[in-house]
Structure formats: structure tokens, C-alpha cells
């Protein structure tokens, strides 16, 4: 045991939030051990991503499996195997069902390209540029069982560049990668303190 927090990583896309969780766990500024990355896009980037560390990283397709709860299940149990005690998702773009939630009841934690309760799904980002918005944002929040809902960690603006989806979710990536370390590290710590 290093006393360090075992988290898994769900990711569905290009993973830079994954990898700059895995830069902060090295360079000591996130107190936490991503034991595992899961992904249920076999090629996807974060696979690759994924590749230049030594971390355990698990495909996993839901069409395999009879139904989302044998998928979860069968989650749960590598989960378990591993002794992860947090999700932490990023860019992982599927609703997380009852059998998964009840195993992490709390314990699972979303990062979202707005200033929800605003455009919560998919392309947010286009959904903020199509609203004509001038700031939009990212949000952490712990996951219930609805969509990018659950209750809030943490939220910082963004401006809109020039109504440029590209550059918009570049000055959005920039945020999400410094937001979302420095709120898994105060969340773990006020758990570590409320342990002790
Ligand atoms: C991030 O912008 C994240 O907020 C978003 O997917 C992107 C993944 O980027 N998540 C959602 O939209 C969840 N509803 P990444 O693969 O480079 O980390």
C-alpha cells in the first residue's frame, strides 16, 4: 500500500484528459494511482495514449455482452480485481447504469465541456456555439444516474472563441486539464482527512 487513492480512467476519445491526470499522479500534484484505463472504443486514441505508460488498459465493447448489466458486471469485477476505489471519467461518452452506480455509489466522477446544468449530452460545445453563447465552461460533478447530471465539485468559465467550435475546445481542454486534477486532489483529501 502507498496510501495513494486507486483510480480507473473511462475514456471514449482522444484521452488528453487521461493524460494529463497521469502527468499530475507523476509529478506528485494528484495523490492517486490510475490502476486502469478503460475503454469501450477499441481504437480509440486513449488506447495509444495509454500504450507509452505501464498502466493496465481494458477494452471493453458493450455489444459483447447480453445486456448493460453483464457488461457492468463484468466491469465490476476487473474493478474489483484491481481495487479501485474511484471512477474518474473522461471523455467517456455512456451513461453509467444502476449495477456500476451501486457498486461506486458517490464514487464516480464525470468532467463536462459546459456550465451545466447547459448542455448536458453530446457536443456540447456545438450546442453552445448554436445557442450563441459568448462563455460556456467545464464542470466536474460526481455521476447520478442521469445525463452529465449529479451534483456539482467544481465549474470555471470559458469564453467562446470567435464562435470557432476547434478553438473553443482548445481554451475548454486547456481548463478541463488543470480543473480536473485540482478537483480530484481536494475531493481525495477531504475523504483521506475524513478516514482519519
Ligand atoms: C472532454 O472535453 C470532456 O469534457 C468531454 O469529452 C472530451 C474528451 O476529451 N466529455 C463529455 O462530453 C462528457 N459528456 P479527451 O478525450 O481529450 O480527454
Same mark, same amino acid.
Given at each position: 500500500m502507498n496510501g495513494k487513492t486507486k483510480i480507473a480512467v473511462f475514456a471514449s476519445g482522444s484521452g488528453s484528459n487521461f493524460e494529463a491526470l497521469e502527468f499530475a499522479c507523476r509529478e506528485g $500534484?494528484?495523490?492517486? $494511482?490510475?490502476?486502469l484505463v478503460m475503454t469501450d472504443k477499441p481504437a480509440s486514441f486513449v488506447v495509444e495514449r495509454a500504450r507509452q505508460t505501464d498502466i493496465r488498459t481494458v477494452a471493453l465493447e458493450p455489444k459483447a455482452f447480453p445486456s448493460k448489466q453483464a457488461f457492468e458486471e463484468a466491469l465490476i469485477a476487473i474493478l474489483q480485481d484491481e481495487g479501485v476505489e474511484w471512477i474518474v471519467l473522461a471523455g467517456y461518452m455512456r451513461l453509467i447504469g444502476p449495477t456500476l452506480l451501486a457498486a461506486y455509489p458517490s464514487r464516480i466522477v464525470n468532467i463536462h465541456p459546459s456550465l451545466l446544468p447547459s448542455f448536458p449530452g453530446k457536443d456540447a460545445i456545438g450546442q453552445a456555439i448554436a445557442h450563441g453563447v459568448k462563455v460556456t465552461g467545464v464542470t466536474v460533478h460526481l455521476v447520478d444516474e442521469g445525463m452529465d447530471t449529479g451534483p456539482i465539485l467544481a465549474q470555471a468559465p470559458v469564453q467562446v472563441v470567435d464562435g470557432n467550435p476547434e478553438l473553443t475546445a482548445k481554451a475548454i481542454h486547456a481548463v478541463e486539464h488543470v480543473l480536473y486534477k485540482e478537483t480530484l486532489q481536494s475531493l481525495f483529501t477531504s475523504e483521506t482527512k475524513s478516514k482519519a
Open positions: $500534484e494528484l495523490d492517486a $494511482e490510475i490502476t
